[in-house]
């Protein structure tokens, strides 16, 4: 393995990005590495962003966006709420109606993306919209509030919203590692990971060469629209609470840590393990600025730097990929 | 080997919405033969060619398969059939390797259970043994990106593709229209091993030359209905050519070309008007 093959990969840019942050924080922060590394804030958030991230890196690999995921996730929390809470149903209802929810809104987008020729960007924006007056008007309606307390029993606590380790590590982190497995195996080792990069390079040949594309299409959204709802239901297990408003800032940072992940915006190509990469970086930027020197306020620049970066990094790669042809020694 | 046509048009009729674009088509096609559909950009060759591939559905007639009349629910239907096609954009996939282009839809997979894992290995040593039968011995490494392949070597792929998953029935889309001499010479020999091999070959060209070497049965199209139907050595080269500018004299446009040469100093028509 040569640097160039190194390079060559698309989770290249990624690593590099992720590396370049941290000489930053520590040359120009003076971060302390071994406070940073045991801090839970970033690990959390990346695996809040992670989880969602996952299927939304699918979504765009096969040449799709779904930004309704910013409604998603107070969506799947307030649902929780409002029936663990609220109504004080019992904790499984709870879940399945948050998931379903999710189920419910991705196969909306879904079937709508391929029934229709309306980008999926305007489809998703149209839902996310939509997704955010019903959870409001919906809660309001229901609850009288837009804040709904909740108590959940113990096994929920314990599977979706704990601390773990002793600390203040979430749950959610060893969710996140296990769907980063499922999903890499999906994407890098089952044929169906093949179609899906089919599908972002050339939807038309891919649906020639037999690929359901269109089933698979609304699988992805459903994938989406469910991680959503189901991090905002741990949210509201973990904290005892939901509230309408959160979630927004999420739609951007999921899709900057997909596209530092090296994901094309137009489809097919890019990782899992770049976007992995990818999340724990943006998480890095976000969260670990409060351990160096730098003013929080920076947060932003830094991310906007690091993506333009990334993204050029990327199409260079990408470049390199195509055209040069691999001199394979013999074997 | 039997008589009976692999592949059957009959009274083909293909609209898209208000567009009428076949008309009664007819057509056979048998074990071991070429056909060469010939005609004018526009006149509905590829999408006579989809409609046998199972992309489109005829909106009247029947397509037979083996004298059985057949409704395929979809270009994958098609395949199963026997009826592989190379279309004349995409069908390759420039940012996946050759080895995964090669076996897209059709993976070679290890493992078990829900644990079936793409045999990379695998699939791309056949990939390329494949390819290099073709002669693009210059393909050696499967893992390498279609995107860097030249528009022959990426043709050949998928030509190479359709006849190792045992096609009966090959239809080629203009594969020889973006390649040079050398290239396209390999893509005729590809023809003419497919049909030693037994295989029904559509083949669609604009050039006269391509089409008489390897056709034995030709069609023409005009504004998608045949024009003209015939088999090797009934016509003359100038008379192909001729039919296939759409039923013009091509010796009349040729002298129309130059005599504007002459009376603007040498200059060719400008192509857009200005
Ligand atoms: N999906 C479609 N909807 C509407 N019209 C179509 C569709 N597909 C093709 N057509 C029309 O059908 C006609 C024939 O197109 P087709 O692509 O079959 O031509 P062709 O003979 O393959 O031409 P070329 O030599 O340029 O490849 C064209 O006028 C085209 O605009
Ligand atoms: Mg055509």
């Known amino acids: 393995m040569d640097i160039m093959t190194i390079l060559r990969r698309p989770a290249a840019a990624s690593v590099i990005s992720l590396i370049g942050v941290l000489l930053f924080y520590i040359v120009f922060g003076g971060v302390d590495l071994g406070k940073l590394s045991g801090a839970a804030s970033w690990v959390n958030y990346a695996a809040r962003i992670g989880i969602v991230a996952l299927p939304v890196a699918l979504l765009m690999i096969s040449g799709e966006i779904d930004i309704s995921i910013g409604a998603m996730i107070p969506a799947g929390a307030m649902t929780t709420a409002i029936i663990a809470g609220h109504y004080e149903l019992p904790m499984i209802f709870a879940i399945l109606g948050a998931l379903t929810i999710g189920v419910v809104v991705g196969l909306f987008n879904g079937i709508l993306a391929v029934r229709t020729s309306v980008p999926t960007l305007i489809i998703t924006l149209g839902t996310l919209v939509a997704m955010q007056g019903i959870v409001l008007a919906g809660s309001k309606l229901l609850t009288g509030g837009a804040s709904v307390p909740l108590t959940a029993p113990g096994w929920a606590k314990t599977i979706f919203g704990d601390f773990i380790w002793g600390g203040s590590h979430q749950v959610v982190i060893i969710w996140w590692l296990i769907l980063a497995v499922v999903f890499w195996f999906i994407m890098h080792q089952s044929k169906y990971g093949n179609w899906i990069f089919a599908m972002g390079g050339d939807k038309v040949s891919a649906r020639n060469a037999g690929i359901p594309v269109d089933r698979i299409t609304i699988l992805l959204f459903v994938g989406t629209a469910t991680a959503a709802s189901f991090v905002g239901m741990c949210h509201a297990i973990l904290f005892n609470s939901a509230q309408v408003s959160g979630g927004m800032n999420d739609i951007f940072n999921i899709i900057v840590s997909v596209v530092v992940g090296g994901v094309l915006l137009t489809g097919g190509f890019g990782s899992i393990v770049g976007v992995f990469i990818g999340t724990l970086t943006f998480a890095i930027v976000i969260k670990g600025i409060d351990f160096t020197s730098i003013d929080r306020n920076w947060a932003n620049l830094i991310i906007g730097v690091m993506l333009l970066l990334a993204v050029g990094m990327n199409e260079t790669f990408r470049k390199k990929a195509m055209t040069a042809a691999t001199k394979k020694k013999k074997g | ?274």
Request: proline share 4%.
């Open chain 2, 1 to 274: 080997m039997s008589d009976t046509p692999v592949i059957e048009l009959r009274n083909v009729d293909k609209s898209f919405g208000p567009i009428d674009v076949l008309h009664e088509i007819s057509l056979k096609v048998k074990a071991g033969e070429v056909l060469c559909l010939l005609g004018d950009n526009g006149a509905g060759k590829s999408t006579l060619i989809k409609t046998l591939a199972g992309v489109h559905a005829p909106t009247r007639g029947e397509v037979l398969v083996d004298g059985e009349p057949v409704k395929f629910s979809g270009p994958k239907d098609a395949q199963n059939r026997g009826i592989a096609t190379v279309h004349q954009f995409g069908g390759t996939y420039p940012l996946m390797s050759v080895g995964r282009n090669f076996f897209m839809g059709e993976e070679p997979t290890k493992g078990f259970g829900p644990f079936k894992v793409f045999d990379r290995k695998t699939a791309n040593k056949i990939a390329v043994e494949e390819v290099q039968k073709m002669g693009i011995t210059r393909i050696t490494d499967g893992d390498r990106l279609v995107g860097g392949l030249s528009g022959g070597e990426r043709q050949s792929l998928a030509i190479a593709r359709a006849v190792y998953f045992g096609a009966r029935v090959l239809i080629l889309d203009e594969p020889t229209a973006a390649l040079g001499v050398k290239q396209a010479a390999h893509v005729l020999r590809i023809v003419n091993e497919a049909k030693k091999r037994g295989l029904a070959v559509i083949f669609i060209t604009h050039q006269v030359m391509h089409a008489m070497t390897v056709g034995d049965h030709f069609a023409v199209l005009i504004r998608g209905a045949i024009a003209a139907d015939f088999r090797k050595g009934e016509k003359s080269r100038e008379e192909i050519t001729d039919l296939m500018a759409g039923g013009q004299n091509m010796a009349d446009l040729e002298a129309s070309i130059e005599g504007y040469m002459e009376t603007h100093d040498g200059h060719p028509p400008k192509v857009s008007a200005d």
